[in-house]
T-cell receptor, first 112, second 115 residues
Framework: GAGVSQSPSNKVTEKGKDVELRCDPI?????LYWYRQSLGQGLEFLIY????????KSGLPSDRFSAERTGGSVSTLTIQRTQQEDSAVYLC??????????FGPGTRLTVT | KNQVEQSPQSLIILEGKNCTLQ??????????LRWYKQDTGRGPVSLTI?????NTKSNGRYTATLDADTKQSSLHITASQLSDSASYIC??????????????FGKGTKLSVIP
């Protein structure tokens, strides 16, 4: 069946520009997560949506980062005024409650 | 502060050999512990999930153990294959309220299996 998909797969942007990254979770999964993985680093939690509850934004590194999840399905991660340190692979995962997380292939963001 | 420490940071083993990766955590209140395998350039893939009451869980050649008293987990890989070369990530979940929880990720162990 269809897994978690993310788009674009690669994004190169100039410093100072805004970017939007999209995540399509597995249909029916109630939880959706965004992570960031910089080169050679571990996974860094950014934000998590669970059903209709308020999202857990505790991992967002600054107010330039925001995310929304429309209709309990698709999610968009927005980074405003991108900086070079934002360059990383952004991974999205979904799960049914606290069950196994299924990860998407990621979006590789490069800020020049 | 919730923390997950993994060791070793990297490991090189010969094909066919066994190896054990370690994960120590200080996460509370503990909910579950997961091991993921992440191939280079790919998203992580879940190997095992263990709750407080589970001491061991296997998935093919992968066997995870959990000692909730000492807050340690290990991932044992038997008869390693070249395709086992990847980063192995330990993730611990803590309950943070009614129906919500927080995940703490280790930095991973990079395993290289050589012929």
């Amino acid at each position: 069946g269809a897994g978690v998909s993310q788009s674009p797969s690669n994004k190169v942007t100039e410093k100072g520009k805004d970017v939007e990254l999209r995540c399509d979770p597995i249909s029916g999964h109630t939880a959706l997560y965004w992570y960031r993985q910089s080169l050679g680093q571990g996974l860094e939690f950014l934000i998590y949506f669970q059903g209709n509850s308020a999202p857990d934004k505790s991992g967002l590194p600054s107010d330039r980062f925001s995310a929304e999840r429309t209709g309990g399905s698709v999610s968009t991660l927005t980074i405003q005024r991108t900086q070079q340190e934002d360059s990383a692979v952004y991974l999205c995962a979904s799960s049914l409650g606290q069950g196994k997380q299924y990860f998407g292939p990621g979006t590789r963001l490069t800020v020049t | 502060k919730n923390q997950v420490e993994q060791s070793p940071q990297s490991l090189i083993i010969l094909e066919g050999k066994n190896c054990t990766l370690q994960c120590n955590y200080t996460v509370s209140p503990f909910s579950n512990l997961r091991w993921y395998k992440q191939d280079t350039g790919r998203g992580p893939v879940s190997l095992t999930i263990m709750t407080f009451s589970e001491n061991t869980k296997s998935n093919g050649r992968y066997t995870a153990t959990l000692d909730a008293d000492t807050k340690q987990s290990s991932l044992h890989i038997t008869a390693s294959q070249l395709s086992d070369s990847a980063s192995y990530i330990c993730v611990v979940s803590a309950q943070s309220g009614a129906g919500s929880y927080q995940l703490t990720f280790g930095k991973g162990t990079k395993l290289s299996v050589i012929p």
